[in-house]
């Protein structure tokens, strides 16, 4: 399967805290955390947990760029 | 400035392809390339060029996880 | 590969609108109109042109719900 | 009302699994399954529930194409 | 129409700068300057032009919050 | 820090609900009512409270536009 998102990260989950509805999976991606916030449902059906290899995808559209003044 | 977004990554503009409205940055993150399609206003007034240094900030709610089948 | 995004929905492309930095690809999925505004790369590197058969992966968290009042 | 939202898709709730915050609502769209992450407060004031007819609303730049290969 | 998006602002069309898929919509919001990037078709769907009164609807998730320090 | 986001509306919060990971911050914007779905380890990292003055930051590409039938 080939994605149109043009931002792929290679990471490595670190830590899950579920609610309800949504879990916030914290990643390792080389050295910089990152936080994706998916359903409790997806973290099932694809068996994340602390370990797990994963790619993070992010669409262009949804990257703000920031500057330091 | 302080930002609840999650996902804060160091990068640096390596192209930008800027139609009308809209530019697609391409970021270098420590080897990783990144592309955020942000307005040709926001190139401007942040002053990006290639080599600008930027962080690449994300909202953990728009970030996919896929891992391989 | 797997994803996270609960929403996928097989589609063909039916047309596409290209600028110089953003395209709008026109699809059918089975005879719902649906439009993904992607770079004019993702159109590019995925090969995408009239008929080519397509998955629209949306996350959860970017669907709006609307009721007739 | 009309949407600048291009993406329109009519379904019916089949379930909704609530949290504090945030419920997933579980969709029939003509059988393709969907799931929009909204906030318990909109459920209520949309009196969601099983059964109820909506129509789910996605911004084109939402959408993520994915191609097999 | 009701809508499960949680924010919507009253604003006036102040100016559209398009491009050939997508367009900045430029609003005041009762002083507050906001931009919507659409897609062209949808400016001339709606019959978007300087003026013209609209709701800019914002989901939740889309939100970040930002504070001074 | 200068941001790419063309949105950036000062608001002061006027009551969080908070799920185990994601917390819905509502917001006065000058009269209109706004809420923002966070992490609730960003609304602890900022320190939210009611009363915190903040900025609501929102890209472009996440408005959509309604016009009145």
Redesign the interface.
């Known amino acids: ?10 990471a490595r989950v670190t830590s899950i ?9 914290e990643l390792d ?2 050295g ?1 955390r ?6 409790v ?3 099932r ?4 947990a602390e370990g ?18």
Chains 1, 2, 3, 4, 5, 6 share one sequence.
């Open positions: 399967m080939r994605l149109s998102a043009r931002n792929q990260i290679p805290n579920a609610g309800e509805a949504i879990a916030n999976v991606a080389n910089t990152l936080v994706a916030s998916i359903t449902e997806a973290v059906e694809l068996g994340l797990t290899e994963v790619i993070a995808v992010i669409k262009a559209s949804e990257v703000i760029l920031a500057t330091a003044d």
